[in-house]
């Protein structure tokens, strides 16, 4: 697993631009190694154009793609979660699991949340 870089002790737009390297490296990582995020982004590469094409207002527009945004996000983080806790330790633990799940859960209700902006804002 590569190591992505902080950005402690950096200010200014150099932080800024240490942070964007920080973020697409570590995006880079979980591309290569989460199956689930790679479905995501495949789900967002016809999406997005769908979304633009489909919205007839701005805020409609903005509706659709953050809804898939969010998906996104919310797989990221529950990634973070996964990490830490195998982090922590490989063995298993009631506690460990219910972490896993409960950020499993998150990116599901995530998910419908797309699905019901999607179908409020298009029926």
């Known amino acids: 697993m590569d190591v992505v870089r902080s950005t402690d002790g ?4 150099r932080r800024l631009l ?3 390297r920080v973020g697409l490296n570590a995006l880079h990582w979980g ?3 989460e199956e689930a995020l790679r479905l995501e982004i495949l789900a967002l590469i016809p999406g997005i154009p769908l979304a633009i094409w489909l919205g007839h207002t701005g805020v ?3 509706l659709l793609i953050s809804s898939l945004l969010l ?3 919310t797989e990221l983080l529950n990634t973070g979660i996964e990490i830490a806790v195998d982090r922590i330790g490989k063995e298993r633990h009631e506690l460990s699991g219910l972490a896993k799940d409960i ?3 998150a990116v599901m209700i995530a998910l419908l ?3 019901l ?3 409020f804002v298009l029926i």
Request: with cysteine; glycine share 8%; proline share 0%.
């Open 10 to 13: 950096i200010t200014g737009i």
């Open 18 to 20: 240490r942070a964007t």
């Open 31 to 33: 591309l290569r190694n």
């Open 60 to 62: 409609a527009r903005a």
């Open 71 to 73: 998906v996104l996000v």
């Open 103 to 105: 950020g499993s859960a």
């Open 113 to 115: 949340n797309a699905v």
């Open 117 to 119: 902006v999607w179908c």
